[in-house]
Structures are given as structure tokens and as C-alpha cells.
């Protein structure tokens, strides 16, 4: 470890020391999502399973809940349910990382742990420049810096070029990364090794004015290629669409394109872009296939410029965590997202089970850290009051599910919308100062933070003729 490397660390661990006592006091510090121990968090980094261990990093300023420190911290867990916290993976020590260590992913190359990250520096006139990383490890814990395998732009492209998702297939390595023209347009570009050292330019693979695809905002953030069910998959964060509908409510969204794959040539076939997330807060999701099999996916429970400085915990110094992992599935030409089922060990022992006729209505009192299962089949309109902070509304006339809460910058109502034909069935996870809404199995997802008075524990269901069977575990 350089000098520099070892200062930043100790700096990072004064920083949790100092300020832990107050982050742990917060009422609104989450049950089982998964946080920053001070400061801020946003994506998730180099989420891996790896000789059987799950580890997830994510971008993290130790410092302060605001984005003018990157480092990389570090969970794992060996059954995605209880997770340890280890030590600083990546802290922005280096020249070619000074500004931050930026996003990026984890492979297993011969035999140790890789991580491909992007090193983000500013120049002294506040230019940007754009490194691709290495820094590998034997033992998944202690991270030894390699320094930038990429450190060129592509001709034609803005040094907004970072977040380099790796994979290996038919022993050649790839990395797609986000990226923005000189017209300033959202694309990604993919890269080849046979190596891992020497990495060739393969072109632009996708994005605003390729395949067929128009204007489609200025730059794409968190590219992520994979093949589930027989399709290719593209997940991608892009910066800069309008608002059409209720679709892209957001400053900025994150979602995928399903479509054809042909690495050789570097092309993409595709559909249209369909939003993974429907909610207030969800960005910069990562995947990764574990020993299982399955495709699991995970995302920031937030969006960058989005009023984050008036979430309530930032005066207690954090802010900001991850979502629950969902699994991945294609169906109907969609991805359907549902709760791995080993959340399923932080029930605790008994269910609350009722039928509820919605036009009476019924108070429940939940934990604040509790899971839902709603058959709605037999209802029409449903509506659930959570602790007087946040509504989920289901109207059957617009086909609309809406959730509504107040703004955090001035407490007006704001409301995102998802279209549901047809609501048969919720599965919404609770903790303390978030939501997640399963709808239909898996069909669609919203996600909010919210701040409910932490001594207000009840749930209002109402709605108009029919009835539902709830379900209900504490989780602890
Ligand atoms: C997405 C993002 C990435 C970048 C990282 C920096 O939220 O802007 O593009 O690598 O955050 O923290």
C-alpha cells in the first residue's frame, strides 16, 4: 500500500469513528438493505460471487453524504441475507484515480478476484480525463492496484467514458462502457481482450443514433450486456430523455434493451427501452449470474441530481443505500424481477393472515422492517395508507398503480404512476425508510425512500368492492 493509499484509509476510518455513533442513532437506518457506514452511497461495484462468497462494493464517500469523495466499499455475504462489512477495497490514492474510483466490475481472472474500474480525474483547469483501471486480489480482501489498462478516449468521444462492465466468453474478454459523443450523445462502446492487458476498441455496440435508435439522451451511465432466456440483454442507466407519459418521471432512468447480441461484429439488434423500475429512487443497477445460475440484479436506491441534500439523514451525516437482490427472468418479452427467495429467512415465525373486504377497510400495525404478500384477484381499487407517509393506489379505471409521498424538498405530493392491466398480486418489502413493490410476480417494480414518523406503525387498506388476502411477516 502506497503512503498515500494507507493516509486515506485511516482518514475514512477516523471519519466512520467520529461520525458512527450519530449515523446508528438515525430512526430512518434501514433493517436488511444495504448501506453506507457513514457518508454516502451510491452504485453498486464489481457485485460478484466469487469461490462461493458473495461480495458487493459500492461507490462511497466516507466523508461526508454528498459526492466529492469516490472510494469503493466493501460487504460480503455468504447467502445474500446477512452481510459483514470489510475493509476499504479501493480508496482514490493514485494520480490516474485522484478525483475518484469511479464504477466499475469484478471478474475472477486466473484465479484471483479483478476489478475493472474507472479512475476519474480532474485536470488543474477542471478538465476531465478517463482512466479503465485494474486492481486484482487472491485472497477477495485486499486490493493490489495495477493501474489503467485503457487510458486513451476513443476518437470522437467526451471524457464523460467510465464504468466498464467485464465479462468473459468463449475465452475472449469484454468490457462494455458507457460513453458520450463530441455531439454529445448517449452511447456504449465495447472493448476485446484475449489478454486482459491489451484491450482493443471494438466500436460504438449501442446507444442514441445506433440500431436504429434515435436521439436518446446525452450519455449513458452503468452499461451492463448479458444473455438470459435466450435474448441479449443491455442494461443501461441513460441521462437526458424527456418525460413521455408516466414513463421517465425521473431526472434520470434506468432500464434495458432486449434484443440480438452479435460480439464479432460489435452490433446490437433491440427493441424498444423498457424501464426496469417505476418508483422515485432506482439507478446504476448491477447484475451478475451466481454458482446457481441465476441472474441477479441489484441497484442504487437513488438517482443522481435529485434532490438528495433534503433526505433527513443527511444531517445525521448519511445517506442513500442499496436495493433488495432481485432475480432476473425473461418472459412475455420483458424482464421480470422478483425477490430471491433466500430473503425469505428474515421472516420472523408467524404470518399475519387476513382477508380484508377493501370497502371496509382495516389498520394494520406493522414493524417498520416488514414484508407484504397481497392476492388482490378478488378486488378492483385498493388503496394502502403506509404509516401516513407514502399511498400505493390502484386504479382500475386508468389501470394505473400510483405511488404518491411527500416531496423531500418541500413536502408537496408527488406521485409516479405504472400501468397494470390487471393487479392480482403485491409483494412489497418494507424497512425503515424504503419501499419495494413486486407487482403481478415480478412484472413491473417500484422502489421510493420515504421518512414516516418512525412512531407511526400502521398500515390503512381501503379500495371499493371486493376483498384481498394479506399476508404479512415482521423481518428482522
Ligand atoms: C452513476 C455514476 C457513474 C460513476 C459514478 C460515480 O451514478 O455517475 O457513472 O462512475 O456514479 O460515483
Known amino acids: 500500500m502506497t503512503e498515500n493509499e494507507k493516509q486515506l484509509h485511516d482518514q475514512a476510518y477516523q ?20 448501506m453506507p457506514p457513514v457518508g454516502l452511497l451510491n452504485d453498486p461495484n ?22 466529492t469523495h469516490k472510494f469503493w466499499g466493501h460487504y460480503t455475504s455468504e447467502d445474500l441475507v446477512s452481510w459483514n462489512e470489510e475493509k476499504i477495497a479501493l480508496a482514490p490514492s493514485e494520480w490516474y484515480e485522484k478525483n475518484g474510483c469511479y464504477s466499475g466490475s469484478a ?15 480532474k485536470d488543474e483547469n477542471d478538465e476531465r480525463e478517463s482512466y479503465q483501471c485494474l486492481a486484482v486480489s487472491s485472497d477477495g480482501i485486499s486490493f493490489e492496484k495495477k493501474g489503467p489498462v485503457v487510458d ?51 466500436g460504438p455496440f449501442a446507444g442514441s443514433g445506433l440500431n436504429g435508435l434515435g436521439d436518446f439522451g ?36 434506468s432500464g434495458y434493451f432486449l434484443g440480438e447480441a452479435d460480439l464479432e461484429a460489435g452490433s446490437f439488434s433491440h427493441g ?30 437513488g438517482v443522481p ?68 404478500e397481497i392476492d388482490c384477484e378478488e378486488a378492483e381499487e385498493l388503496k394502502l395508507s403506509i404509516r401516513e407517509e407514502i399511498s400505493l393506489y390502484y386504479d382500475p379505471e386508468k389501470k394505473l398503480l400510483q405511488l404518491s409521498r411527500p416531496r423531500f424538498r418541500d413536502g408537496a405530493t408527488e406521485t409516479r404512476s405504472c400501468s397494470v392491466a390487471q393487479l392480482s398480486r403485491l409483494h412489497i418489502y418494507l424497512d425503515h425508510s424504503s419501499i419495494e413493490v413486486f407487482i403481478n410476480d415480478g412484472e413491473s417494480v ?28 415482521e423481518l428482522s
Open 272 to 301: 424498444d427501452f423498457q424501464e426496469l423500475d417505476q418508483g422515485f429512487e432506482f439507478y446504476a443497477p448491477q447484475t451478475t449470474v451466481d454458482d446457481t445460475g441465476r441472474r441477479i440484479l441489484v441497484g442504487w436506491m
Open 107 to 121: 471478474i475472477e481472472k486466473d484465479g484471483e478476484l479483478a476489478l475493472l474500474y474507472t479512475g476519474n480525474v
Open 15 to 34: 471519519a466512520v469513528v467520529q461520525k458512527g455513533a450519530k449515523v446508528q442513532a438515525d430512526p430512518y437506518r434501514q433493517t436488511y438493505h444495504l
Open 46 to 67: 464489481g457485485w460478484v460471487q466469487w469461490k462461493g462468497t458473495y461480495h458487493m462494493f459500492f461507490q462511497w464517500n466516507p466523508f461526508s453524504p454528498d459526492h
Open 152 to 202: 486513451s478516449l476513443p476518437e470522437g468521444y467526451t471524457a464523460h467514458f467510465r464504468d466498464p462492465k467485464v465479462w468473459k466468453e468463449n475465452g475472449v474478454y469484454y468490457f462494455v462502457i458507457g460513453a458520450q459523443t463530441e455531439e454529445l450523445k448517449g452511447q456504449v462502446l465495447l472493448y476485446k481482450s484475449a489478454d486482459f492487458k491489451q484491450w482493443k476498441y471494438a
Open 446 to 473: 417500484m422502489s421510493a425512500r420515504f421518512f414516516p414518523d418512525p412512531e407511526i406503525p400502521t398500515v390503512q387498506i381501503s379500495g371499493g368492492e371486493g376483498r384481498i388476502t394479506w399476508s404479512s411477516w
Open 305 to 372: 441530481d435529485s434532490d438528495e441534500e433534503f433526505q433527513p439523514t443527511v444531517q445525521n451525516e448519511w445517506v442513500h443505500c442499496l436495493t433488495i437482490p432481485r432475480m432476473l427472468e425473461v418472459k412475455n418479452n420483458k424482464v421480470y424481477q422478483q425477490p430471491v427467495p433466500e430473503l425469505k429467512k428474515l421472516r420472523g415465525d408467524e404470518p399475519l393472515q387476513m382477508k380484508v373486504n377493501t370497502a371496509f377497510g382495516a389498520e394494520v400495525a406493522l414493524t417498520p422492517a416488514s414484508e407484504i
Open 218 to 253: 446525452y450519455m449513458w451511465e452503468c452499461p451492463d450486456l448479458f444473455s438470459l432466456n435466450g435474448r441479449d440483454i443491455l442494461v443501461v442507466s441513460p441521462q437526458g430523455l424527456e418525460t413521455k407519459g408516466h414513463d421517465f418521471e425521473n431526472v434520470y432512468q
